[in-house]
C-alpha cells in the first residue's frame, strides 16, 4: 500500500511538471502499459490477467531474503531453521524478536494489497467498459478470474491479519485514511469473491488453448471451490467447505496418482515421488491430481520464467555438497543449502510402518558418497556416517519434493521447478477437517483412508478422528508443499501444536511463542503514512 501512495504522488507531481510544457511533441499517448488506460479491449484485459499469474509468483520469490520460504515453516510444529539461517525467518521461532517493524509481515502485507489493486484495476475497467467489443459473457470470465485472485489476496490478508482495510476499487490517487474492516466484512467479500468465480470460470477441461495445448496453469472452477472450501472452514461453516470438497472430488475431474509416470518412471523411484519431478508436476504432464499449478520456466529457456529467485530447493534440501567425497548431484536434487531442518516430530513421530510418503524417495535420510576424484576411492559408494552438526544442515533428512538439478545453473541459486499450488490430496483433507468439525466422524475416516490406501498406511478409524489428526495427516500429506504457518493460524492451533511438539530443538529452539501470534503485526510503516485516520495494530505489537 505504501508502494501505490508513493507511486501515485511521484505521478502527480509529474503531471503538474509536464502540464507547464506546451510544446505537443512533449505530450504522450501510452499505447502499451500496466495502467488503467490499456482496459479498452481484450488484450488489454489478457495482458493484466496475465500479470496477475506473474505476480502471484512473486509472494513465493524473494530474493533479497532467501529465508522467505522459511518463514512460513520454521517455529511451527514441522521444521526449525539450522545455523545457516538467512535473517528474515528469525522472529518466526524467536517470537520476541516479532514486531512491527518486521520484514515478513510487512513483505506478505504489500504482496497482497499490490494484488488487490491489480485486480480492482481490472475489475473497474470491465465494469466501466463502454465498447461492445466483448461480450457479457466474456466480461464474466475476466471478472471472475480478478476476483479468485481478489478473493485468494484477501483471504490471505485475513488469515495472517484479521480485520483489514476494504479496498473494492482501484486507488486513483493518495490515500491516508484506510481503517480496518470488521473480519465479518471481509469475510463476505471474499466469499461473494470466490462464489462468483466457481459459477463463472470455466471448467478444467474448457481453459484457453495456446500453441502448446489447453492452458491448464489458468484459473479453472476448482480452483475457486477449493479456495472457497478452506475459506469456509476458517469462518466457522463446515457444512459448505463439505460441499465444495465434496463436489470437486465427485466431478470426476482429477485422480489420486497410484502408479508411476513421466520422466523419471523408468528410474529408482515411487509414484508419489512422481508426483514432484520436474516435468512431471503439470496436468498436461499427467499430474492428474493437479487442481492448480503455477507455472515457472526455466529462465535459460524462457526469458522472464521465474520471478526474482525462487529458493525453496535451497531452503528445504540438505547442504550435503559440504561433506568432502559428496558432488552436486541431479539424483541429489541439485545444490541445496539447508535453511531449515525438518523437525524430529516429523522425522520420527509423524510416519508409521511403510507409509510411502515416508520412503526413501520422500524424505532422504541417507546419502552415500558419489564423488569419483580418486583421493575419495576409499569411501566411494559407502554410506556417508551420521556425525555431529553434520546432520543438521549438510545431511539432515529432508524432503526430496523441491530437488531439481539444472546444468545451467550447477551453483543452484533459482528454484525452476512449479507451484503445486492445489491437488487433489489436499481435497480430501479439507473434505474430512469439514466433516470431523461437523461431528461426522465415519465419513471423515473413510475420506483419510483414501489418501492412507495411496499411501500404503495403515486404516484409521472414526474413534481417531479429531482436528489434531487432521493436521497430522496434512503433514504427512502436504510436507514441503503447504504454508503450514497460515494452516496452523486459520486453525488456531500455531501455539499448542507448536509447543507440544516442537519446543526443543537443539540449535535453534522456539521461544517467546504467545498467542499473539495468530495474528502478525500490521507493518508499522503501513500506520504511520495513515495520518488522517487510525490504523489499529493487533494485540500484543
Known amino acids: 500500500m505504501k508502494k501505490y501512495i508513493t507511486i501515485i504522488a511521484s505521478i502527480t507531481i509529474l503531471f503538474f511538471?509536464?502540464?507547464?510544457?506546451?510544446?505537443?511533441?512533449?505530450?504522450?499517448?501510452?499505447?502499451?502499459?500496466?495502467?488503467?488506460?490499456?482496459?479498452?479491449?481484450?488484450?488489454?484485459?489478457?495482458?493484466?490477467?496475465?500479470?496477475?499469474?506473474?505476480?502471484?509468483?512473486?509472494?513465493?520469490?524473494?530474493?533479497?531474503?532467501?529465508?522467505?520460504?522459511?518463514?512460513?515453516?520454521?517455529?511451527?510444529?514441522?521444521?526449525?531453521?539450522?545455523?545457516?539461517?538467512?535473517?528474515?525467518?528469525?522472529?518466526?521461532?524467536?517470537?520476541?524478536?516479532?514486531?512491527?517493524?518486521?520484514?515478513?509481515?510487512?513483505?506478505?502485507?504489500?504482496?497482497?494489497?499490490?494484488?488487490?489493486?491489480?485486480?480492482?484495476?481490472?475489475?473497474?475497467?470491465?465494469?466501466?467498459?463502454?465498447?461492445?467489443?466483448?461480450?457479457?459473457?466474456?466480461?464474466?470470465?475476466?471478472?471472475?478470474?480478478a476476483r479468485f485472485f481478489r478473493g485468494y489476496a484477501y483471504n490471505n490478508l485475513a488469515t495472517l491479519f484479521g480485520g483489514v482495510p476494504l479496498i473494492k476499487n482501484a486507488l486513483t490517487g493518495p490515500k491516508i485514511d484506510f481503517v480496518r474492516a470488521p473480519i465479518t466484512e471481509v469475510n463476505d467479500l471474499i466469499v461473494a469473491d470466490l462464489v462468483f468465480a466457481a459459477a463463472n470460470l470455466p471448467d478444467i477441461e474448457a481453459v484457453k488453448n495456446n500453441t502448446k495445448g489447453k492452458m491448464y496453469g489458468r484459473a479453472n472452477k476448482f480452483m475457486a471451490m477449493q479456495l472457497l472450501a478452506e475459506v469456509y472452514l476458517r469462518i466457522g461453516k463446515p457444512d459448505l467447505a463439505e460441499q465444495q470438497a465434496q463436489a470437486i472430488i465427485s466431478s470426476g475431474k482429477f485422480n489420486l496418482i497410484r502408479s508411476r509416470y513421466g520422466v523419471k518412471a523408468s528410474q529408482p523411484g515411487d509414484y508419489y515421488s512422481d508426483m514432484f519431478q520436474y516435468g512431471?508436476?503439470?496436468?498436461?504432464?499427467?499430474?492428474?491430481?493437479?487442481?492448480?499449478?503455477?507455472?515457472?520456466?526455466?529462465?535459460?529457456?524462457?526469458?522472464?520464467?521465474?520471478?526474482?529467485?525462487?529458493q525453496q530447493r535451497r531452503v528445504w534440501g540438505a547442504a550435503y555438497y559440504n561433506i568432502a567425497g559428496m558432488a552436486v548431484a541431479d539424483s541429489?536434487?541439485?545444490?541445496?543449502?539447508?535453511?531449515?531442518?525438518?523437525?524430529?516430530?516429523?522425522?520420527?513421530?509423524?510416519?508409521?510402518?511403510?507409509?510411502?510418503?515416508?520412503?526413501?524417495?520422500?524424505?532422504?535420510?541417507r546419502y552415500y558418497y558419489n564423488d569419483p576424484n580418486p583421493i575419495y576411492a576409499a569411501r566411494f559408494g559407502k554410506q556417508v556416517p551420521f556425525t555431529g552438526p553434520d546432520t543438521l544442515i549438510n545431511i539432515c533428512p529432508s524432503t526430496t519434493k523441491w530437488g531439481a538439478y539444472d546444468p545451467n545453473d550447477a551453483f543452484g541459486f533459482a528454484m525452476i521447478k512449479d507451484f503445486i499450488l492445489m491437488r487433489l490430496g489436499e481435497t480430501y483433507l479439507l473434505l474430512a477437517e469439514a466433516q470431523v468439525a461437523q461431528g461426522k466422524t465415519a465419513q471423515a475416516a473413510t475420506n483419510i483412508n483414501v489418501l492412507r490406501t495411496r499411501a500404503n498406511a495403515a486404516q484409521v478409524t472414526a474413534a481417531e478422528m479429531t482436528k489434531d489428526f487432521i493436521l497430522d495427516e496434512r503433514a504427512r500429506e502436504l510436507i514441503g508443499e503447504e504454508n503450514r504457518r497460515m494452516t496452523l493460524m486459520r486453525t488456531g492451533t500455531l501455539v499448542e501444536r507448536a509447543l507440544r511438539l516442537n519446543s526443543n530443538d537443539a540449535s535453534k529452539p522456539?521461544?517467546?511463542?504467545?498467542?499473539?501470534?495468530?495474528?502478525?503485526?500490521?507493518?508499522?510503516?503501513?500506520?504511520?503514512?495513515?495520518?488522517?485516520?487510525?490504523l489499529t495494530q493487533n494485540p500484543g505489537y
Not at 97 to 115: K, P, V
Not at 347 to 355: P, Q, S
Not at 510 to 527: D, F, N, Q, S, V
Open 332 to 365: 541429489l536434487g541439485g545444490r541445496s543449502i539447508g535453511r531449515l531442518r525438518l523437525s524430529n516430530w516429523v522425522l520420527y513421530g509423524l510416519y508409521k510402518g511403510n507409509d510411502i510418503r515416508n520412503s526413501q524417495y520422500n524424505i532422504r535420510r
Open 280 to 310: 512431471n508436476q503439470r496436468r498436461s504432464q499427467g499430474n492428474t491430481e493437479a487442481i492448480w499449478v503455477l507455472e515457472q520456466e526455466n529462465p535459460n529457456a524462457v526469458v522472464g520464467g521465474i520471478t526474482d529467485n525462487p
Open 510 to 534: 522456539i521461544t517467546g511463542l504467545t498467542t499473539k501470534a495468530l495474528l502478525l503485526p500490521i507493518p508499522l510503516t503501513e500506520i504511520q503514512l495513515n495520518k488522517d485516520a487510525v
Open 17 to 145: 511538471a509536464l502540464s507547464s510544457c506546451k510544446k505537443a511533441f512533449l505530450d504522450e499517448k501510452p499505447f502499451s502499459a500496466y495502467t488503467p488506460l490499456t482496459l479498452t479491449d481484450s488484450l488489454g484485459f489478457e495482458a493484466s490477467l496475465i500479470g496477475l499469474y506473474n505476480h502471484t509468483s512473486t509472494i513465493f520469490s524473494w530474493g533479497d531474503q532467501q529465508g522467505w520460504p522459511s518463514v512460513w515453516q520454521v517455529g511451527t510444529d514441522v521444521a526449525n531453521a539450522t545455523n545457516n539461517q538467512q535473517g528474515v525467518e528469525i522472529p518466526y521461532y524467536n517470537y520476541a524478536l516479532l514486531t512491527s517493524t518486521d520484514n515478513g509481515a510487512a513483505r506478505a502485507w504489500n504482496r497482497n494489497y499490490t494484488m488487490v489493486n491489480s485486480t480492482n484495476i481490472i475489475l473497474d475497467g470491465i465494469s466501466n467498459l463502454t465498447t461492445s467489443t466483448i461480450s457479457p459473457n466474456g466480461k464474466n470470465l475476466i471478472s471472475a478470474e
